[in-house]
């Protein structure tokens, strides 16, 4: 048994098992889950300040919001009892197959991958987007080729052998290249080159990046191969890309066979992609397409792919017109991506009379209609838990419901014209109302007692909307203004002027820097709340902008517009994602779903219509109301949408599937817009593990979905119940906890006395998923007290915690973590400092700084900061959570440590 150092930590790394013999070293498991020894058969002085440079500049991360690693970076050199550098310590690539196996049809029906079209179009964007990265940060992979990516099942892609990659010193520009290449792959200007001798540069990877994307897009097959019309024997891959020579080269001297899948079917931009960089490129390497190129076009394609009518596994490029699959199969009898034949072609469910049945869950099911007002409804929202429903209504009426029994609750009476808008604050204690009376109105929800009215507004006020922290309120009128008032005392704190027109909407980003208003000038603008300045307009609507809302990660901002359509933006850049198109008449409201997976729009075409955000794909469209629909909002457990209609009534649809389900078989993938430190960078992400929804345009790759309880049956807390969820979103984490959820007790080896069964959290921390049973950890504590106080376990409580629970956790925590993690770990080093059960700010501060909570003099405060990885600071985890402005999971949870009390948890069991 070796035993090594790892020198960022000091940790021992054991090596186990019998090692990977590769050409440079061997690859060994160790004893710290989720990581991989390469020990180099021999070591130099160059290797070892080449790592050192590659450890001390890592890439930015595009897809640490999911938790995936997208490259296999050297985490920290390892040494040997000498102290000498032997090797590196790399995260482990689990559950990928090499991307051969992906592409090539024959070795996907062996390892039975169900893969389609599209999912092979997002890797190549996924891929393309890593390399993206990889290239911004100043690196250049060098050797791109299929057994260095492996993919996973949804769709995402890690680059491994990184250690091989051309390595620049920022410092003193010393060069560590990349010396090996591989036949098919290598650009024409390389051809017999010796790489020892060169400094390579990304333009070379754009050649190589081609010929991947090329490979998965055309079933394995390379633009080199073909028959042979030229003069002699066919020259070899390399001789033909010295020449310049492939399917589509000027001289075509390489022919398509009858088996060959023509460039055509393809996105035409994604085909002059690839004639730039074989045909252009040849004579000009520089007009090759960079990796940033070929995420724009390949997310266009993604964005055109539908589905075949006849065939459940084919997709085919709007493009084209027509699928190509079906008349190849037709052709040659062979299906490269085979599937159900459908007994009646259908891509989008309509839920009129039928509604879409998945695993016995009507989703698109009209559950009820709400009546009472006598005029149009021109505004609804849901109470933050859910339970409550208000509508706002030309009869100048605002009415609140309880939406599991539609029983009107109150109406609210006090403006003299129609109500346009209304919003909760984010606690579900106040109602804000806007008026054409030129007035907003803030009521009591529980007494519906007229709390204030606010009067600046020379015009009527079309939209209300809270800030995340529900300390201000920002309104959107036709007097071309917005303003921001302070909520407590009703003084009008700022006034925006900037749009030419009526101001119709306002909405603010999850985390209440950012305001965004569309305008009947057709524009939409983004705000600095805090600085009171515009920050950029984005411009693309032909007709008035009606309404925009953020995605719950804030990357993303929807727009419906009197044009007809929805356009989706990319926060950080305004860059336009994409348009949908559906719609007959204007697009009154839109509305993301919690999980950010959906979005509903409604329309003047009578309609509501749900897309996957992703794809832009049309999943359903529901068509109940006999008049405008003016307003569709998400219940915040994202498994009701409400709709209010000029036809003067709310509709409650079912949205989701009810949460107690077998797993879905099938999951759609995903895009997401999660900014890098360039504009043009935007990372590419996979398919969600949890996500159902009503449309025969799903992946055909088999995910397993989380079951999650929505009875009062004993349930393990593998997830969390349909009123109390986790939910991922570009990196951080949204909580939607509402009231008396908590029923988790399951018979299990690590039941308390208590009725928590802690089996799931034992196996979360044996598998190393540390981000998981951290949050584990949050939810069970909270239900064992059976309080979600809005996700925080308050100090009043500690003192009344079980230690049987307390113990079970700690147990486990120090055990999977060889002794790192745990509350008696954190207890220890809070006592090393002179800690004791009596407040100390001081300590609790250094206690911070050790544990890692305060890197750089601050308090971390975002749970996407936290460092889920063996090898963080010792007493790290587990940290509590608190669901924090604007939906953002935060970390003032079980430890309160703004307050600097959280050493109470430490000291709440004297055996600890």
């Given amino acids: 048994m070796t035993v090594l150092t790892c020198a960022s930590t000091g940790k021992s790394i054991t090596l186990l098992g019998e090692p990977i013999v590769s050409g440079e070293g061997k690859v060994w498991r160790t004893n710290h889950n989720g990581y991989l020894a390469k020990i180099y058969h021999s070591q130099t002085p160059e290797r070892v300040q080449k790592l050192a440079v590659m450890i001390a500049h890592r890439p930015k991360e595009p897809n ?45 029906k062996d390892l039975k991958l169900e893969v389609d079209w599209r999912f092979l179009h997002t890797t190549a964007l996924n891929i393309a987007s890593i390399i993206e ?82 490979q998965l897009l055309f079933g394995g097959q390379t633009p080199f191969a073909g028959k042979w019309i030229g003069t002699g024997e066919t020259p070899e891959t390399n001789e033909l890309i010295r020449q310049g020579l492939w399917l589509y080269a000027p001289n075509r001297l390489i022919q398509p066979v009858e088996r060959t899948i023509p460039l055509e079917i393809i996105h035409p931009e994604v085909q002059r992609c690839f004639l730039r960089c074989f045909n252009d490129g040849y004579k000009n390497p520089n007009l090759r397409p960079t990796a940033g190129d070929w995420v724009k076009v390949l997310r266009l ?24 699959w079906c008349d190849r199969s ?89 109500v346009s808008s209304v919003a909760f604050s984010p606690d579900g204690q106040t109602l804000a109302s806007g008026s054409q009376d030129k007035t907003i109105k803030l009521w009591n929800v529980t007494t519906g007692k007229l709390l204030q009215s606010l009067t600046d507004h020379s015009h009527s006020v079309n939209s209300v909307v809270f800030s995340p922290d529900g300390h201000t309120l920002a309104s959107g009128s036709y007097d071309n203004t917005i303003k921001i008032w302070n909520v407590s005392t009703g003084r009008l704190l700022q006034s925006f002027s900037g749009h030419s027109n009526w101001v119709r909407y306002v909405a603010f980003s999850p985390n209440g820097q950012t305001l965004a208003s569309g305008s009947d000038d057709n524009t939409v603008k983004l705000w600095d709340v805090n600085r009171g300045n515009l920050r950029q307009t984005l411009t693309g609507h032909s007709n008035w902008v009606r309404y925009v809302a953020f995605s719950p990660d804030g990357q993303t901002l929807a727009s419906g517009s009197q ?95 009810s949460i107690n389900r077998m797993p879905v078989q099938q999951t759609q993938y995903q895009v997401s817009q999660s900014a890098f430190s360039k504009p043009q960078n935007q990372a590419v992400i996979s398919q969600p593990t949890a996500t159902s929804t009503t449309t025969n345009n799903s992946s055909s790759v088999k995910q397993t979905q989380s079951q999650l309880s929505q009875t009062n049956q004993p349930a393990n807390l593998s997830g969390v119940s349909r009123r109390g969820f986790l939910q991922a ?45 951290n949050e584990f950890t949050t939810l069970a504590m909270l239900a064992v ?12 409580f500690v003192d009344s915690f079980p230690c049987e629970d307390i113990h079970i956790i700690d147990n486990l925590w120090v055990k999977y973590s060889n002794g790192s993690f745990g509350f008696s770990v954190q207890k220890r080093i809070y006592q090393s400092l002179g800690g004791t059960n009596d407040e100390d700010h001081k300590i609790w501060l250094e206690f911070g700084k050790k544990v890692g909570w305060i890197p750089k003099n601050f308090w971390l405060y975002y749970y996407g900061d936290l460092t889920f990885d063996i090898i963080a600071p010792e007493g790290h985890l587990p940290i509590g959570l608190v669901w924090g402005n604007g939906g953002v999971l935060t970390l003032s949870g079980i430890w309160e440590y703004n307050g600097g009390r959280g050493w109470k948890i430490l000291f709440s069991c004297s055996e600890l």
């Avoid at 009518?309 to 190509?324: A, E, L, N």
């Avoid at 984490?733 to 299990?748: E, P, W």
């Avoid at 007290?785 to 009043?796: A, D, P, Q």
């Fill in 133 to 214: 990265a990889i290239h911004i940060s100043g690196y250049v992979l060098g050797d791109i080729k299929p057994q260095n990516i492996l993919v996973n099942d949804r769709a995402l892609p890690s680059i491994i052998d990184t250690d091989s990659f051309q390595v620049r010193n920022p410092k003193n520009n010393k060069v560590y290249r990349c010396s090996v290449g591989s036949d098919g792959f290598t650009p024409p200007e390389l051809i017999g080159k010796d790489f020892d001798t060169i400094d390579q540069t990304e333009v070379h990877d754009r050649f190589r990046l081609a010929v991947i994307i090329y």
């Fill in 301 to 324: 394609a993604v964005n055109e792919l539908t589905i075949c009518g006849k065939v459940d596994s084919h997709y085919y490029s709007r493009t084209y017109g027509k699928c190509y």
């Fill in 64 to 108: 640490s919001h999911l938790n995936h690693v997208s490259f296999a970076w050297p985490k920290s050199v390892l040494k040997d009892a000498q102290g000498d550098c032997v090797g590196f310590l790399m995260p482990e690539i689990k559950e990928g197959k090499e991307l051969i196996d992906v592409y090539n049809p024959k070795k996907r």
């Fill in 330 to 418: 037709t052709k040659l009898s062979v299906d490269i991506f085979p599937g159900v034949v459908k007994a009646k072609a259908s891509a989008v469910v309509e839920s009129t009379s039928q509604p879409s049945v998945i695993n016995n869950d009507v989703i698109g099911k009209l559950l009820q209609t709400l009546t009472g007002h006598s005029k149009y409804v021109s505004s609804v929202a849901f109470s933050p838990d859910g339970q409550t429903l208000a509508s706002g209504s030309g009869d100048e009426t605002i009415k609140i419901w309880n939406v599991s029994t539609g029983r009107l609750l109150q109406t609210l009476t006090g403006h003299s014209k129609y």
């Fill in 563 to 657: 044009d007809e359509t929805i356009k989706l933006w990319n926060v950080t850049t305004g860059k336009l994602l994409q348009s949908l198109t559906d719609h007959s008449h204007s697009v009154n409201s839109v509305a993301f779903s919690p999980d950010g997976h959906t979005i509903a729009s409604g329309s003047g075409d009578k309609s509501i219509k749900i897309w996957n955000v992703t794809t832009g794909e049309l999943l359903q469209t529901l068509t109940a109301h006999s008049r405008w629909v003016t307003s569709v909002i998400y219940s915040p457990d994202g498994q009701t949408l409400a709709s209010g209609s000029d036809d003067g009534t709310i509709k409650i649809w079912q949205a989701g599937t």
């Fill in 729 to 773: 979103a570009g990196g951080f984490l949204t909580v939607v906890v509402m009231q008396n959820i908590f029923s988790y007790i399951q018979d299990g080896e690590f039941r308390s006395s208590s009725g928590m069964d802690y089996t799931k959290l034992r196996d979360l921390l044996a598998e190393g998923k540390w981000k998981e049973a």
């Fill in 785 to 796: 007290i059976k309080k979600t106080l809005r996700g925080r376990l308050y100090l009043e």
